[in-house]
Nanobody, 127 residues
Framework: QGQLVESGGGLVQAGASLRLSCVDS????????MGWFRQTPGKEREFVAG????????YYVDSVKGRFTISKDNAKNTIYLQMSSLKPEDTAVYYC????????????????????WGQGTQVTVSS
């Protein structure tokens, strides 16, 4: 089963940096894309960043391009989201997700493409 555990959230001031981590301890066969999403109360879950199984392809929502970087360490079964120049509008619960794929070089941006989800970690950016 998929077991995704996020960590690294917290309360920071605008302009600061945070690094989120997601440990994938699931016992699954096949290839999986990984992604980060975020959600605020009353809004739909929003794609933030995704990375292909190979790690060679990454996608970002426009609002975080140039500020956030997604990466993965296969040896540690961990993905990261390095967030810099944080803004108050980045405040949200951030979720890690894994989605099965047959294509090792594709990353997905849709919620429906992901099969496993973590519990989320709160990121709060004060102005």
């Amino acid at each position: 089963q998929g077991q995704l555990v996020e960590s690294g959230g917290g309360l920071v001031q605008a302009g600061a940096s945070l690094r989120l981590s997601c440990v994938d301890s699931g016992r699954r066969f096949g290839r999986y894309v990984m992604g980060w999403f975020r959600q605020t109360p009353g809004k739909e879950r929003e794609f933030v960043a995704g990375i292909s199984w190979s790690g060679g392809t990454t996608y970002y929502v426009d609002s975080v391009k140039g500020r956030f970087t997604i990466s993965k360490d296969n040896a540690k079964n961990t993905i990261y989201l390095q967030m810099s120049s944080l803004k108050p509008e980045d405040t949200a619960v951030y979720y890690c997700a894994a989605g099965f794929t047959l294509n090792g070089n594709t990353a997905y941006v849709g919620v429906a493409n992901y099969n496993y989800w973590g519990q989320g970690t709160q990121v709060t950016v004060s102005s």
